[in-house]
């Protein structure tokens, strides 16, 4: 006998969007009880509003209108409480592919649950793949999955902090009927030992495993809700799809037929419940940490990308100039310049892409309990490590080429000025590639940005083409500007008395090159706020055409 408790309710839930300046329902007034225990799999044809309801349910979005009650608290209310008692599995896997299936759970656990013992992660491992049977990949990489092992592993992963309710957008979609038959088996099972399993579904076939079938018309109309033994009959057809033909002409008449027989249950608030125990922040980032240094590992093409690229940069820097180059002001002017451009170059190619990749994967964690400030924090450990060993790599590979070096000492030494500067101008880019990252749509978007990046810095820092009025003006807010004169001021390229922009740029004295770095510092704090800001907008928060029109049509 299922447990009489109702682990979600829905009163009078709206969704109106704007299309083409117009509203549109894409939800009707829906008004839903669900058991705890209970297997729902919601059906409907194409543009129904299945997905919109499983992302409110979620809490990804919330209504225009109306109340979501889960165990009789509020969802949007009570939104901290239930990061990580709801398990979302969308229609795509959000998995880090270069991670074996054992490591992405121990980072998903470690982010989810606070103060957890190495036994105590072993035992709830080994019972999520055990119950999912997927212990004979534990040790292989996401990416070398089978499409059904995926959709089990993402499954496997919400299991980790033992929720009570399960909501799985189109989980069988794609698989095999043989796959899709052994998931379908799998959630009922789940579902059997109390937790409460809601689904979408695209096909007919295993329903039967559910306990109720919730069949959606046009505008997001519920048109039926219950058992699947008895959906035949009430439509009065002799095959399930026949119900999408009905539907598609009449989805008023099921819809008021659906009102009319439904019971509606009061919601009994719960009031005293057990406060999340988050997991601590510095938990959090030490783990995303790891989890990035594993994925890199087992990546090792870009690992050797990241780790070879400077030493690269720096050969061919020694391969193109003579030994006594800095002799020469023209040879010399572009040292400076090729410094600045592999410095700008490889904060810019470690991060651009670094947000967008990682977007959906983003949201999903922070719905689930992580901390934005961890993720954050971990990004900027993460590149100010690998900006430091850059600088030291590619600076260091062409200073013990130069001979003579650079006299004169302005602030410690020159080899150290030089690779506090190569950094500097390294990690504020890496900010600006963050930056860039946050706000573009996908990551091929990148690509045509990266290029026409490196084309303004080298058109508009003074390292090419002399300064016109424009240009000159412009260059204030070129990262390259700074980076070329703090590299040429350091190396006294003022001595072998270079035109334009020199006599106003290279100035010998440490006050000067501690300017530019406080203006190097600067742009790197502002595109980390603004990188902050856009995030939490376009990444953290609800969908914006849900919220435009929220405060014309909300009760």
């Not at 447990?3 to 009707?28: R, T």
């Given at each position: ?107 998903s656990l470690l982010l989810r ?306 690779i506090i500067n190569f950094f ?40 090419f083409i002399p300064f016109i ?87």
């Amino acid at each position: 006998m299922k447990s009489q408790k109702y682990a979600v309710q829905m009163k009078d839930v709206c969704q109106i969007v704007s299309v083409k300046h117009q509203k549109k329902k894409i939800l009707s007034d829906i008004n839903l009880s669900v058991k705890q225990g209970e297997f729902i799999a919601i059906v409907g044809c194409s543009g129904a509003g299945k997905t919109t309801l499983m992302n409110i349910l979620s809490g990804y979005h919330s209504p225009s209108k109306g109340h979501v009650y889960i165990d009789g608290l509020d969802l949007f209310k009570e939104q901290t409480y239930f990061k990580g008692r709801i398990a979302y599995v969308p229609q795509q896997e959000i998995l880090d592919q270069t991670l074996t299936l054992q490591k992405s759970l121990e980072y998903s656990l470690l982010l989810r649950v606070k103060n957890i013992s190495k036994k105590e992660m072993k035992k709830t491992i080994d019972y999520v793949l055990s119950i999912l049977e997927l212990t004979h990949v534990r040790n292989s990489l996401i990416k070398n999955l089978s499409g059904g092992e995926k959709k089990r592993a993402s499954i496997a992963t919400e299991m980790l902090s033992d929720p009570n309710l399960f909501l799985l957008d189109e989980p069988t979609s794609g698989l095999d009927a043989n796959i899709e038959k052994k998931i379908m088996k799998k959630l009922r099972e789940i579902a059997n030992i109390g937790k409460t399993i809601i689904i979408t579904a695209h096909t007919v076939s295993n329903l039967n495993l559910c306990d109720k079938v919730l069949f959606m018309g046009k505008d997001g109309k519920i048109c039926y809700f219950g058992p699947y033994e008895e959906i035949l009959n009430y439509f009065g057809v002799e095959e399930f799809v026949d119900i999408y033909d009905l539907l598609k002409d009449d989805t008023e008449t099921w819809y008021q037929k659906y009102i009319t027989n439904q019971e509606k249950l009061p919601v009994i608030p719960n009031k005293k419940f057990e406060k999340s125990k988050q997991v601590g922040f510095f938990t959090q980032v030490s783990t995303l940490v790891k989890r990035y240094v594993s994925s890199l590992i087992n990546n090792k093409f870009m690992l050797i990308l990241l780790l070879g690229q400077a030493i690269l940069m720096g050969l061919l820097i020694c391969l193109a100039t003579e030994k006594n180059c800095l002799l020469n002001p023209v040879t010399a002017s572009m040292i400076c310049a090729a410094f600045t451009l592999a410095a700008v170059w490889l904060g810019l190619f470690n991060t651009i892409q670094e947000i967008v990749k990682e977007k959906d994967m983003l949201k999903k964690e922070y719905m689930s309990g992580l901390k934005f400030t961890s993720y954050i924090v971990s990004k900027m450990i993460i590149f100010s490590v690998l900006c430091l060993y850059q600088s030291i790599t590619c600076v260091s590979v062409v200073y013990f080429h130069l001979s003579p070096r650079p006299e004169e000492v302005l602030i410690t030494n020159t080899l150290l000025d030089l690779i506090i500067n190569f950094f500097l101008v390294s990690f504020s880019t890496s900010m600006i590639g963050i930056f860039i990252s946050s706000f573009v749509k996908e990551t091929k978007t990148t690509l045509i940005l990266s290029p026409l990046y490196m084309m303004i810095q080298m058109l508009f820092s003074g390292m090419f083409i002399p300064f016109i009025e424009l240009t000159k003006t412009i260059s204030y807010f070129v990262v390259a500007r700074w980076g070329y004169e703090s590299f040429a001021t350091i190396t006294n390229l003022k001595q072998y008395q270079v035109v334009e922009p020199a006599k106003d740029f290279f100035r010998f004295t440490s006050s000067h090159v501690f300017s530019i770095w406080g203006i190097l510092i600067f742009i790197f704090v502002i595109f980390l706020g603004a990188s902050i800001v856009i995030i939490r907008t376009n990444i953290l928060k609800q969908d914006r055409n849900y919220l435009k029109i929220k405060g014309n049509v909300r009760n």
